[in-house]
């Protein structure tokens, strides 16, 4: 299994960007993926999640501003990030997980940095 997260960035408050995973070695249409983020000297978090038939959960932090999606056919996940805070600068991953955040399937790939400056 691998899950590789690419697309991440410096960016400016307020700015966008679009993050991608890419899932090998899955059943990836018939799993829900995830979203996570962890910044540093915190714990890893669940920010976003789209199950297999497209129903969507957000982090009450990032609701309204990021959005979820998924290409089946590429195996891959979407995160399209938009009003970007200074907050928001973590490392990003993937990975199929429970929609509480406290379970995931797989050992985490690579991550993708995200840096939002003020």
């Known amino acids: 299994v691998q899950l590789q997260a690419s697309g991440g960035g410096l960016v400016q408050a307020g700015g966008s960007l679009r993050v991608s995973c890419v899932a090998s070695?899955?059943?990836?249409?018939?799993?829900?993926m995830g979203w996570y983020r962890q910044a540093p000297g915190k714990q890893r978090e669940l920010v976003a999640r789209?199950?297999?038939?497209?129903?969507?959960n957000y982090a009450t932090s990032v609701k309204g501003r990021f959005t979820i999606s998924r290409d089946n056919a590429q195996n891959t996940v979407y995160l399209q990030m938009n009003s970007l805070k200074p907050e928001d600068t973590a490392v990003y991953y993937c990975?199929?997980?429970?929609?509480?955040?406290?379970?995931?399937?797989?050992?985490w790939g690579q991550g993708t940095q995200v840096t939002v400056s003020s």
């Open positions: 789209i199950t297999s038939d497209g129903t969507t």
């Open positions: 070695g899955i059943r990836f249409r018939n799993n829900a």
């Open positions: 990975n199929v997980g429970s929609i509480d955040g406290r379970y995931v399937r797989y050992s």
